[in-house]
């Protein structure tokens, strides 16, 4: 397949490393390489793209202002050298875009977010609206707060897991490195660099090495376990060298880089994703909200005749005809209690029945596979 190109991003995530973001041997912002991708992300929302950056830097910015030097960090120094430096880190991102009459939000988040369901569903559904707005969230680890066992340690898997999460159809790893070889090529002068990969095969993954070979924390292997989960979400990935100013403009211009294919889009794979999970409960539908979800709406509880099982908010549940007959499967968006309280109701009359707003569809259109 032929490599792709930035411009036909609809839903773009950049991933930036701290060696790009903040000088190594001063601790300070690189503010003209910020500037740039300022620059770059504004041509992208101008051209009606939404855009998501993970970014790294918040314990390097820390460190300086705490004059922790250049060693290793015990857990507690790091964790406080990214209290300090996540508010310049937002601040730096603030002051970059708003130039560009573009808002941006912090987004913090643990491995721990992601594997909880519930916490999943409400960063997506924040997500989503942020981006609704025109914002461009900044999201990066919650280190203040995360240990070895909630972290993603590297912030290539966690902007491969918040692509997935915005339903992103492309993402950009700015590196160290300007593609993904054959071999280390600071090793072996024969190693060949990859235009495209298609498929992730095991001889791909034996190129990779150990998690910790590769020219940057992690290597190859991190890249290419992210490489796994974005394309399996429908979001195609490009690894590139990111050091140059414009480093978006100098992919687009044809700069070294290797792009890893997604074979479906990402709402495709959403579904299929969906469609393959196994229901805790069943909601069963009269014929009017039938006929509504055949026409592509959401599942609101007026439509809903019976609930059946125990389940929490955001769990998979069968949807039923009135005859019983599944007609696919969604993520709910109350508890099976709550479900049951509301089933037959308005969405208008949902606060008084549970005495706090709750969202109008039990079950949204996009969080269903049918």
Same mark, same amino acid.
């Given at each position: 397949?032929?490599?792709?190109?930035?411009?036909?991003?609809?839903?773009?995530?950049?991933?930036?490393?701290?060696?790009?973001?903040?000088?190594?041997?001063?601790?300070?912002?690189?503010?003209?390489?910020?500037?740039?991708?300022?620059?770059?992300?504004?041509?992208?929302?101008?051209?009606?793209?939404?855009?998501?950056?993970?970014?790294?830097?918040?314990?390097?910015?820390?460190?300086?202002?705490?004059?922790?030097?250049?060693?290793?960090?015990?857990?507690?120094?790091?964790?406080?050298?990214?209290?300090?430096?996540?508010?310049?880190?937002?601040?730096?991102?603030?002051?970059?875009?708003?130039?560009?009459?573009?808002?941006?939000?912090?987004?913090?988040?643990?491995?721990?977010?992601?594997?909880?369901?519930?916490?999943?569903?409400?960063?997506?559904?924040?997500?989503?609206?942020?981006?609704?707005?025109?914002?461009?969230?900044?999201?990066?680890?919650?280190?203040?707060?995360?240990? =070895?066992?909630? &972290? #993603?340690?590297?912030? @290539?898997?966690?902007?491969?897991?918040?692509? /997935? $999460? !915005? +339903?992103?159809?492309?993402?950009?790893?700015?590196?160290?490195?300007?593609?993904?070889?054959?071999?280390?090529?600071?090793?072996?002068? =024969?190693?060949? &660099? #990859?235009?495209?990969? @298609?498929?992730?095969?095991?001889?791909?993954? /034996? $190129? !990779? +090495?150990?998690?910790?070979?590769?020219?940057?924390?992690?290597?190859?292997?991190?890249?290419?376990?992210?490489?796994?989960?974005?394309?399996?979400?429908?979001?195609?990935?490009?690894?590139?060298?990111?050091?140059?100013?414009?480093?978006?403009?100098?992919?687009?211009?044809?700069?070294?880089?290797?792009?890893?294919?997604?074979?479906?889009?990402?709402?495709?794979?959403?579904?299929?994703?969906?469609?393959?999970?196994?229901?805790?409960?069943?909601?069963?539908?009269?014929?009017?909200?039938?006929?509504?979800?055949?026409?592509?709406?959401?599942?609101?509880?007026?439509?809903?005749?019976?609930?059946?099982?125990?389940?929490?908010?955001?769990?998979?549940?069968?949807?039923?005809?009135?005859?019983?007959?599944?007609?696919?499967?969604?993520?709910?968006?109350?508890?099976?209690?709550?479900?049951?309280?509301?089933?037959?109701?308005?969405?208008?009359?949902?606060?008084?029945?549970?005495?706090?707003?709750?969202?109008?569809?039990?079950?949204?259109?996009?969080?269903?596979?049918?």
């Amino acid at each position: 397949m032929a490599p792709l190109s930035l411009s036909d991003a609809k839903r773009l995530v950049v991933k930036i490393g701290s060696a790009l973001l903040v000088d190594r041997q001063t601790g300070q912002l690189r503010t003209d390489w910020l500037k740039s991708l300022a620059t770059d992300v504004a041509r992208h929302k101008a051209r009606g793209a939404d855009v998501v950056l993970v970014s790294s830097g918040s314990i390097a910015l820390g460190r300086s202002v705490l004059n922790l030097g250049q060693g290793v960090l015990s857990l507690e120094q790091a964790q406080a050298a990214a209290a300090v430096g996540q508010i310049r880190l937002a601040r730096a991102y603030e002051e970059a875009l708003a130039p560009h009459g573009i808002s941006t939000a912090q987004i913090l988040l643990t491995l721990e977010d992601s594997a909880d369901r519930r916490r999943y569903l409400n960063t997506r559904n924040t997500m989503a609206v942020l981006l609704g707005l025109g914002v461009v969230p900044i999201v990066n680890e919650n280190d203040t707060i995360a240990t =070895d066992e909630i &972290r #993603y340690g590297d912030n @290539d898997r966690l902007a491969a897991n918040v692509a /997935a $999460m !915005a +339903g992103a159809d492309q993402l950009v790893l700015l590196s160290d490195v300007d593609g993904f070889y054959t071999a280390n090529p600071n090793e072996d002068p =024969d190693a060949k &660099r #990859y235009d495209v990969i @298609d498929a992730i095969t095991p001889e791909i993954d /034996a $190129m !990779a +090495g150990d998690a910790g070979s590769g020219l940057s924390k992690g290597g190859m292997k991190t890249k290419l376990l992210a490489a796994r989960t974005a394309t399996s979400a429908g979001c195609a990935m490009v690894i590139t060298e990111g050091s140059a100013l414009h480093p978006l403009q100098t992919l687009e211009n044809g700069a070294n880089c290797t792009w890893f294919t997604a074979t479906e889009d990402p709402q495709t794979a959403r579904k299929h994703w969906i469609a393959a999970m196994k229901p805790k409960g069943a909601v069963r539908l009269d014929a009017g909200a039938v006929g509504a979800l055949s026409r592509g709406k959401s599942l609101l509880p007026a439509g809903v005749t019976t609930v059946t099982g125990s389940f929490k908010r955001g769990d998979p549940v069968a949807v039923e005809d009135a005859d019983g007959a599944r007609l696919g499967i969604g993520l709910v968006r109350y508890t099976s209690d709550e479900a049951v309280a509301i089933a037959g109701h308005r969405s208008s009359e949902i606060e008084p029945i549970l005495g706090y707003p709750g969202r109008a569809a039990l079950i949204h259109r996009d969080d269903m596979a049918l």
